[in-house]
């Protein structure tokens, strides 16, 4: 609109001319300046929505970290450090009465230690990462190095399909395939091979159903082998090839080459995939749940059932709704920052190093 | 000097052998599971698999799965909508309108790493977050709308930087050249550098849809679960269905009918997982055949 009352007030200075072509020359030029104004508006409709959309991953992240704090606050206050090291996980009784703790209500006898839980998700994430690494090492050797492009191609793709099969269907095949094989063909083997000494003795009998924290943490490594392995063969692409023919050239094997000239080469961007990879185990919840067992205890042999804290929020948080001062709920506001917080740093950590060590830029994270 | 040579070479050898079989191995080792699981999935499913679980609503722990399927296509819609929009922007926003700060380095540092922050969010406790903070405490109950804002804040991030790296790759010169043309900033950006990053930006969509539609950590507590079909309403307690609600819970019911319903959501995701994945390979294999023709 402020266009036509430019142009309108720019008119009185020229006499209005009975010439045709002037006539259409002027009306080009408001025809222009229309559009200009356009565009030049468009740059600012682009500029303020990228803007405001830049701003919302913030604010979702404030919201979040404010609602688990405040929700926290109450439960912190009444479990203090035992939260950490205690292993009991006591709701009390619904019918006992509610007591105040510092001006915090909550049923008589309750009592949260998460130790267990804390420890199980330690225990799940380092075994997925130690057999997670190996193997996509292995397999980002085998698919860079080894396999022609017309077969590596498609095998690339089959690990990427991995990492994008829902975690609810790799708990059911764990849970009902994979867990139950392992537990009547691969675990009596190792068990009753295992001499009795100090750390080998986590490993012998009894070995149970194939619910536990092994089949926990070998689903686990399954889940985030192609997180590790997709950016361990970009990165090994980029080792330049003078270097690799060099090696040759001295007469080094193939193994050598790798272990001495390869790996080396993008070490700490391994180092940051494996990181990225334990991060998403810490977090990890559907599989878990489904495999570890769900029992409330710090594993005593490498095959019980156990629990991890993602898992005992999405299986226990349904049950929390019942106490009715609400301190249940407060409580899993806790635990949930606790699980936030490791993960979190983990995967701060794991972004700083990749992204220092290598320029891809890739999305890295979640999955796929 | 002999022997020790030759042992040495010996134990080379070895070494060599042990690395060539491990990574074949190791490749097995991820590839076999891979297909176990789609194996097996498919194994137990077809089988008993009846057309009719496509149209028939879910009944207790029996019956069809018609509302969890409409559910899951309207959550990814929705996901497609609210968070594809502001993941593009965002990303958009980052590779090309944040403007470099004094030192050097690319601005939108606090942004950028809050979605790094997010995106390495457990996503169990950003449903924890939206049970207790739009369920419980805005009073909207298990419905549509807290479900489809946790899942998106779950995956802007994820579409920010795919959008963003897309974006970034479009050449310099091509920048230039809508300049010099005398295109506006914003137009050139739509006639333009969007233009070639779109494959890219698509790509990036088609696999946070992937990852959105697989989900159910974040949903269990914002969506709840009713069978039926989505009645309309986004809030007010209308519980919503989805298709991994079926595979978490029914695996472990007594009746046969159950477990064919877990089996069946479980191959029916499966399905839409490899339909988006293949389709974001074609775009990719596309715009990399155009590209090489240049």
């Given at each position: 609109m402020s266009v036509v009352g430019g142009t309108a007030g720019e008119t009185p200075a020229v006499p209005p001319s009975p010439l045709h072509a002037a006539a259409t020359h002027r009306d080009a030029a408001a025809h222009r300046r229309v559009l200009q104004v356009l565009r030049r508006s468009e740059s600012g409709v682009w500029r303020w929505a990228g803007r405001i959309a830049v701003m919302l991953p913030l604010t979702a992240l404030v919201f979040v970290l404010a609602v688990l704090a405040v929700k926290a606050a109450p439960a912190i206050r009444v479990n203090g450090w035992n939260f950490l090291t205690g292993s009991t996980w006591n709701a009390g009784s619904g019918y006992g009465g509610v007591t105040h703790t510092d001006g915090v209500a909550h049923p008589i006898g309750a009592e949260y230690g998460a130790w267990p839980l804390i420890a199980g998700t330690l225990q799940t994430s380092a075994i997925a990462v130690i057999i997670a690494l190996l193997i996509s090492v292995g397999c980002a050797f085998a698919l860079t190095e080894r396999l022609p492009r017309w077969i590596s191609r498609p095998l690339g793709f089959a690990v990427e399909l991995l990492a994008g099969i829902p975690s609810v269907v790799i708990g059911l095949w764990g849970i009902l395939t994979f867990g139950p094989f392992l537990a009547a063909h691969v675990y009596p083997i190792i068990a009753d091979h295992m001499p009795d000494v100090p750390v080998l003795?986590?490993?012998?009998?009894?070995?149970?159903?194939?619910?536990g924290l092994l089949t926990g943490g070998l689903v686990l490594a399954l889940m985030i082998v192609p997180i590790i392995s997709s950016t361990t063969a970009d990165l090994f692409r980029q080792v330049p090839r003078l270097p690799k023919e060099g090696g040759e050239a001295l007469g080094m094997t193939d193994f050598e080459v790798a272990n001495r000239i390869t790996v080396p080469w993008v070490r700490s961007g391994i180092i940051g995939a494996t990181a990225l990879g334990l991060g998403r185990a810490l977090g990890e919840t559907m599989a878990v749940a489904m495999i570890a067992g769900s029992i409330f205890q710090v594993a005593p042999n490498i095959y019980s059932p156990m629990s991890t804290i993602a898992a005992t929020i999405v299986s226990k948080l349904d049950g929390a709704q019942t106490d009715g001062t609400g301190f249940a709920v407060a409580t899993f506001a806790e635990l949930g920052l606790i699980l936030a917080v490791i993960s979190v740093v983990v995967n701060l950590a794991a972004r700083g190093i990749v992204h220092r060590t290598s320029r891809l830029g890739g999305p890295v994270g979640r999955g796929a | 000097m002999g022997p020790t040579a030759a042992r040495g070479s010996r134990r080379r050898g070895g070494l060599e052998i042990a690395f060539r079989v491990g990574t074949y191995l190791a490749l097995l080792l991820v590839l076999g599971p891979a297909l176990w699981i789609l194996g097996g999935v498919v194994a137990r499913a077809v089988p008993h698999w009846r057309w009719d679980v496509l149209w028939t609503p879910t009944k207790g722990s029996s019956g069809g799965l018609e509302g969890a399927i409409i559910g899951t296509l309207i959550l990814m819609v929705g996901v497609l909508l609210i968070a594809g929009t502001i993941g593009v922007l965002a990303g958009i926003h980052l590779a090309e309108l944040a403007r470099p700060r004094k030192s050097g380095k690319p601005s939108g540092g606090v942004m950028r790493t809050a979605a790094d922050v997010l995106s390495g969010f457990p996503s169990i406790v950003l449903g924890y977050v939206g049970y207790v903070a739009l369920v419980v405490g805005l009073h909207w109950g298990y419905s549509l709308l807290p479900a489809l804002l946790i899942l998106s804040i779950m995956v802007v991030p994820y579409i920010a930087k795919s959008t963003e790296t897309a974006v970034r790759q479009v050449p310099t010169a091509y920048r230039e050249g809508a300049e010099a043309l005398g295109m506006s900033m914003g137009y050139g950006l739509r006639k333009v550098i969007l233009k070639s990053a779109l494959p890219g930006i698509v790509t990036g969509l088609l696999i946070a849809l992937a990852i959105a539609c697989g989900e159910t950590a974040p949903l269990l507590y914002t969506a709840g679960w009713s069978g039926s079909v989505w009645t309309g309403s986004f809030i007010g307690g209308h519980q919503f269905s989805y298709l991994t609600y079926p595979v978490w819970?029914?695996?472990?019911?007594?009746?046969e009918s159950g477990h064919s319903l877990s089996y069946d959501a479980a191959l029916l995701l499966l399905v839409i997982v490899l339909l988006l994945l293949v389709a974001s390979r074609i775009v990719v294999a596309r715009t990399q055949r155009h590209a090489e023709s240049h």
């Amino acid at each position: 609109m402020s266009v036509v009352g430019g142009t309108a007030g720019e008119t009185p200075a020229v006499p209005p001319s009975p010439l045709h072509a002037a006539a259409t020359h002027r009306d080009a030029a408001a025809h222009r300046r229309v559009l200009q104004v356009l565009r030049r508006s468009e740059s600012g409709v682009w500029r303020w929505a990228g803007r405001i959309a830049v701003m919302l991953p913030l604010t979702a992240l404030v919201f979040v970290l404010a609602v688990l704090a405040v929700k926290a606050a109450p439960a912190i206050r009444v479990n203090g450090w035992n939260f950490l090291t205690g292993s009991t996980w006591n709701a009390g009784s619904g019918y006992g009465g509610v007591t105040h703790t510092d001006g915090v209500a909550h049923p008589i006898g309750a009592e949260y230690g998460a130790w267990p839980l804390i420890a199980g998700t330690l225990q799940t994430s380092a075994i997925a990462v130690i057999i997670a690494l190996l193997i996509s090492v292995g397999c980002a050797f085998a698919l860079t190095e080894r396999l022609p492009r017309w077969i590596s191609r498609p095998l690339g793709f089959a690990v990427e399909l991995l990492a994008g099969i829902p975690s609810v269907v790799i708990g059911l095949w764990g849970i009902l395939t994979f867990g139950p094989f392992l537990a009547a063909h691969v675990y009596p083997i190792i068990a009753d091979h295992m001499p009795d000494v100090p750390v080998l003795s986590y490993f012998r009998n009894p070995v149970g159903h194939g619910e536990g924290l092994l089949t926990g943490g070998l689903v686990l490594a399954l889940m985030i082998v192609p997180i590790i392995s997709s950016t361990t063969a970009d990165l090994f692409r980029q080792v330049p090839r003078l270097p690799k023919e060099g090696g040759e050239a001295l007469g080094m094997t193939d193994f050598e080459v790798a272990n001495r000239i390869t790996v080396p080469w993008v070490r700490s961007g391994i180092i940051g995939a494996t990181a990225l990879g334990l991060g998403r185990a810490l977090g990890e919840t559907m599989a878990v749940a489904m495999i570890a067992g769900s029992i409330f205890q710090v594993a005593p042999n490498i095959y019980s059932p156990m629990s991890t804290i993602a898992a005992t929020i999405v299986s226990k948080l349904d049950g929390a709704q019942t106490d009715g001062t609400g301190f249940a709920v407060a409580t899993f506001a806790e635990l949930g920052l606790i699980l936030a917080v490791i993960s979190v740093v983990v995967n701060l950590a794991a972004r700083g190093i990749v992204h220092r060590t290598s320029r891809l830029g890739g999305p890295v994270g979640r999955g796929a | 000097m002999g022997p020790t040579a030759a042992r040495g070479s010996r134990r080379r050898g070895g070494l060599e052998i042990a690395f060539r079989v491990g990574t074949y191995l190791a490749l097995l080792l991820v590839l076999g599971p891979a297909l176990w699981i789609l194996g097996g999935v498919v194994a137990r499913a077809v089988p008993h698999w009846r057309w009719d679980v496509l149209w028939t609503p879910t009944k207790g722990s029996s019956g069809g799965l018609e509302g969890a399927i409409i559910g899951t296509l309207i959550l990814m819609v929705g996901v497609l909508l609210i968070a594809g929009t502001i993941g593009v922007l965002a990303g958009i926003h980052l590779a090309e309108l944040a403007r470099p700060r004094k030192s050097g380095k690319p601005s939108g540092g606090v942004m950028r790493t809050a979605a790094d922050v997010l995106s390495g969010f457990p996503s169990i406790v950003l449903g924890y977050v939206g049970y207790v903070a739009l369920v419980v405490g805005l009073h909207w109950g298990y419905s549509l709308l807290p479900a489809l804002l946790i899942l998106s804040i779950m995956v802007v991030p994820y579409i920010a930087k795919s959008t963003e790296t897309a974006v970034r790759q479009v050449p310099t010169a091509y920048r230039e050249g809508a300049e010099a043309l005398g295109m506006s900033m914003g137009y050139g950006l739509r006639k333009v550098i969007l233009k070639s990053a779109l494959p890219g930006i698509v790509t990036g969509l088609l696999i946070a849809l992937a990852i959105a539609c697989g989900e159910t950590a974040p949903l269990l507590y914002t969506a709840g679960w009713s069978g039926s079909v989505w009645t309309g309403s986004f809030i007010g307690g209308h519980q919503f269905s989805y298709l991994t609600y079926p595979v978490w819970t029914f695996y472990n019911t007594s009746t046969e009918s159950g477990h064919s319903l877990s089996y069946d959501a479980a191959l029916l995701l499966l399905v839409i997982v490899l339909l988006l994945l293949v389709a974001s390979r074609i775009v990719v294999a596309r715009t990399q055949r155009h590209a090489e023709s240049h």
